[in-house]
C-alpha cells in the first residue's frame, strides 16, 4: 500500500503502526469458548409432551458448560426441524436435580420462556478441555414449556477444535 506522501518519509510513522496492529492485534483476540456439538435424540416422553417430543425426535445440539474459557453459565440449546429450545443453569453446569430456565421458538414462531428441572444427567465422562467426545442421557422436566412433559433425551458431543 502507498501513502500519498510515502515519497518524502513522512507517512512512515503510520507505516510502522499499522504494521505493528497487524501484527499485534490477532495475538490479543478474544478467548475463544469451549464447546460440544452433536445430535440429541428422544428415547422416552410422557404423553403430555404432544408433539413438542415424541420418541424418534432429533435436533442438532449445542453444549457450553460453565468454567474452562467459559462463563460461570452452563447452556445447552437444541435446534430441530420443528422446534427450538435454549436452557440455561445459572452459575452452575447441568447435572441431575437442578432447575434450568429457557426460551423457547415453536413451529408458528412462537416465544416462550419457562423453567424446569433436570431430573438425570449421566455423562460418558466429564467435559475437561481434553475431552473430545463425550455422550449424555438427560431427562427434563416441564420440557419446552408443556407442564407434566418428562422427556429423556440421549445427546453424543463432540468438541469444537
Request: with cysteine.
Amino acid at each position: 500500500m502507498r501513502f500519498a506522501d510515502d515519497s518524502r518519509g513522512e507517512n512512515s510513522g503510520m507505516r510502522r503502526f499499522l504494521l505493528a496492529a497487524a501484527l499485534l492485534f490477532p495475538a490479543m483476540g478474544a478467548q475463544a469458548e469451549t464447546l460440544w456439538i452433536g445430535n440429541g435424540f428422544v428415547t422416552a416422553a410422557s404423553a403430555a409432551c404432544g408433539t413438542s417430543a415424541k420418541v424418534g425426535d432429533f435436533w442438532r445440539a449445542i453444549y457450553r458448560p460453565a468454567g474452562l474459557d467459559n462463563d460461570a453459565n452452563s447452556h445447552l440449546s437444541l435446534t430441530g426441524s420443528r422446534n427450538n429450545i435454549a436452557m440455561r443453569v445459572p452459575n452452575n453446569t447441568f447435572r441431575a436435580n437442578i432447575n434450568y430456565v429457557a426460551r423457547t421458538v415453536g413451529s408458528t414462531v412462537s416465544l416462550g420462556s419457562h423453567s424446569g428441572g433436570i431430573l438425570l444427567w449421566n455423562a460418558s465422562s466429564g467435559f475437561g478441555s481434553n475431552t473430545i467426545n463425550v455422550s449424555v442421557t438427560a431427562r427434563f422436566a416441564k420440557f419446552f414449556g408443556t407442564t407434566d412433559c418428562t422427556a429423556t433425551l440421549q445427546i453424543h458431543f463432540t468438541q469444537l477444535p
